[in-house]
């Protein structure tokens, strides 16, 4: 995404096309949209050809945008399971690995990257039922392995307000249950991590639309990107007005929600009373 908003950048300076970009690199308009999006790698001779195509002579400006060509297309650590990830969805796990701070609204089951294991087991269950278990348990490990950036020096901050449904509906039995509340609990107590659960007696809500997740990373150059999951394939929005429109929603979810501490609570009494 670095390099791509670079490009962007000194594309619109040297006043040319992404067609004629495109052209350059014997690609097409779309591929010079999706490298500055930062949707795919990009060849070291291509970066060449672009930077003498927008007028960038300087070795020591060439030099630092080459470096930064083994870092974009350095696989990631979830590329031993690629087998079982969709295109769309490896693309989230590069985003939430570099975020600086995630938010989320959920609505259906309790956020992936604070599931236990059991009760993520049951979660991919419910989507892939018909798959071998050892394919099952890739998906709970792969699963498992996103949450460790969580507690990791320099984690993310990371920020979700769950529907008092998602605590209510049962995926897997009563010891599931329990413990997947009791680690709720415990992640909640993180520094780096906030829940809030939106209850039942707020009634509607800013974010009728569905589930959501906002990140935004440390570079200042980098715009926020809204992830928007869908059945088979993904949404992601980084246009600065519709990112807003989330940032918004979100901001005005967290205020209807119950505070992390009555939110703390609220788990704790659910727990008391039914598990």
């Not at 014997?26 to 930077?51: F, M, P, T």
């Not at 974009?72 to 600086?100: H, I, K, T, V």
Request: with cysteine; net charge negative; glycine share 6%.
């Amino acid at each position: 995404m670095m390099l791509g908003t670079q490009l962007r950048r000194l594309r619109e300076i040297a006043g040319i096309s992404r067609a004629d970009a495109g052209e350059a690199i014997r690609a097409s308009h779309a591929k010079i949209s999706r490298l500055e999006l930062g949707r795919v790698g990009v060849k070291e001779r291509d970066l060449r050809d672009l930077l003498t195509l927008y007028g960038v002579t300087d070795p020591r400006e060439r030099a630092a945008l080459q470096e930064m060509v083994a870092p974009a297309n350095q696989r990631g650590w979830w590329q031993q399971d690629s087998d079982l990830l969709p295109s769309w969805f490896e693309m989230y796990l590069r985003f939430e690995q570099e975020a600086r701070s995630i938010r989320c609204f959920q609505v259906q089951f309790v956020p992936g990257l604070l599931q236990t294991e059991d009760y993520a087991r049951r979660v991919i269950l419910a989507g892939h039922g018909a798959e071998s278990a050892h394919e099952v348990d890739r998906r709970v490990q792969l699963r498992i392995n996103r949450q460790k950036m969580l507690t990791e020096p320099g984690g993310p901050q990371f920020w979700a307000v769950i529907d008092e449904g998602a605590l209510q509906r049962p995926f897997g039995s009563v010891d599931v249950m329990r413990g997947q509340l009791e680690h709720l609990l415990e992640m909640a107590a993180l520094p780096n991590v906030t829940v809030q659960v939106l209850p039942f007696t707020a009634g509607s809500h800013a974010a009728a639309g569905g589930p959501f997740t906002i990140l935004r990373f440390a570079e200042p150059d980098l715009p926020d990107v809204v992830y928007l999951e869908q059945l088979n394939s993904a949404v992601y929005v980084d246009k600065r007005e519709d990112v807003e429109d989330y940032l918004g929603v979100i901001e005005q979810v967290s205020v209807q929600a119950l505070t992390p501490a009555q939110t703390r609570t609220a788990v704790s009494d659910l727990l008391a009373s039914r598990y």
